[in-house]
Each structure stands twice: as C-alpha cells, then as structure tokens.
C-alpha cells in the first residue's frame, strides 16, 4: 500500500472549516484514499473514502487532485467534538480484505 | 447491532501471567483485525482473519502472541507470558471483508503489565 504523508497538527477555530491535506505521490490506479479519525480514548472511526472523483457525506468531503497524488478532507464546520487525530490512509481496492495500515495522522485541534 | 465488543475493557496484570482479550466482529462481518496503539509506535496491525482463517500475522511481535478465530463470532489474542513492554491499548476491527468497504473498530481493552 502507499505511503502517505500528513501534517503533524493543525489548528482550526470553532465553526470555520478544517482542511487537512494528506500527500500520497505513489499511489496506484487502483488504490482508494481512506480518512479515519481517532477521538482520545476512542477506536478508530471511518469517515469517508474516494478513489478519483470528489466525495461528500454527512460528516466531511473529500477532495482528491486530478493526478491523485494529494488529498484533503475537508470538515466544513468545525466544532469542538472534531477534536481528534485524523488518519490518511491509502489501499488497494483489489485487496479482498479490508486490511489498513495506519500512519501518525494529523492531530486537529478545533479551538473556541 | 452493537458494533465491534470488546473485552475487558481494562486488563492490569502481573509480568509473566497469561493474557487473554476477547472480540465479537459485527454479524454478516467476514474479516477481523487485531491492532495494536502505543505511543511511540501508533496503531500497528498484529493480525488479520478472513473467514475466520489467519491471513496475514506478520505484525504478532513475537511468539509469546498468539490469536484464534474459532467461529465468525469471536476471536482471542492472548499473550503468555505477558510483559510490561506488551503494556498497550489494543484494538479489534471488523469489516465485510469486501474492497471499497470500511472497517469498525472497537472501543479497544488497555492492558497494563506490571
């Protein structure tokens, strides 16, 4: 699977949008970018996944580069509670598994 | 459905005793995850089961760990004997086992070896 790099932490204040950008230059044609985010204490929670075309769903969108070498997830509108580490994550979509493989994510911290 | 259970959700043992974590996978899930959280090394997959058979265990850190998946709805990750570098929150995930689909973690067991 390819390696993605992701900023250390970013900060975002309450109520603006958190666009967290994730580089992952040798991904292949056939692998999805996947966004994870990690409350403290908490498991791993998925939030969305794209393969080439821009996603949306109730919690974030996902806009992936027309070269797919770079991503960002955007939060449109921030809140306390999206405090979290946010984990970018590439996999093959041949894979019949859904086998993960995490990096050290982007700690947000959304501020008052 | 309740989601990925795990349990307990704290272990504190002593150095040298035998450790056992529980999961129960969501129902209708075919592929099961045991990871591993510590803070200097972050989330590493120890092992993986595709219908219920081992797939991938090349992350289990040493023989001391072992995991089994006897049916669809539970599996075990024991570690004997246990010790204080073993001391993590580990973490079980499910998911259909089919490509383009997410995987849903548990709430994870944080074991303390003393």
């Known amino acids: 699977d390819a390696k993605t790099t992701q900023p250390t932490s970013m900060d975002c204040a309450e109520g603006r949008a958190a666009n967290l950008p994730c580089n992952h230059s040798t991904i292949s044609g056939n692998e999805y970018v996947y966004w994870y985010r990690q409350i403290h204490s908490q498991g791993p929670q998925y939030i969305i996944h794209?393969?080439?075309n821009n996603e949306t769903n109730e919690m974030a969108s996902l806009i992936i580069t027309e070269d797919r070498k770079s991503s960002t997830l955007i939060l449109p509108h921030a809140t306390l509670r999206d405090t979290a580490v946010y984990y970018c994550?590439?996999?093959?979509?041949?894979?019949?598994?859904?086998?993960?493989?995490f990096g050290q994510g982007t700690t947000l911290q959304v501020k008052p | 459905d309740a989601g990925v259970i795990q349990s307990p959700r704290h272990e504190v043992t002593e150095m040298g005793q035998e450790v056992t974590l529980r999961c129960k996978p969501i129902?209708?899930?075919?592929?099961l995850f045991w990871y591993r959280q510590t803070m200097m090394r972050g989330l590493e997959l120890l092992i993986y089961f595709n219908n219920n058979v081992p797939i991938d265990d090349s992350g289990m850190p040493e023989d001391r760990f072992s995991a089994k998946m006897p049916n669809a709805s539970f599996s075990t990750l024991k570690i004997q004997p246990s010790e204080p570098r073993d001391s993590a929150v580990y973490f079980c995930a499910s998911s259909t086992g089919q490509w383009n689909t997410e995987a849903f973690f548990g709430q994870g067991t944080r074991l303390t070896v003393v």
């Open positions: 994550i590439v996999r093959a979509g041949s894979s019949n598994t859904g086998k993960l493989i």
């Open positions: 129902s209708g899930h075919n592929s």
């Open positions: 794209g393969l080439k």
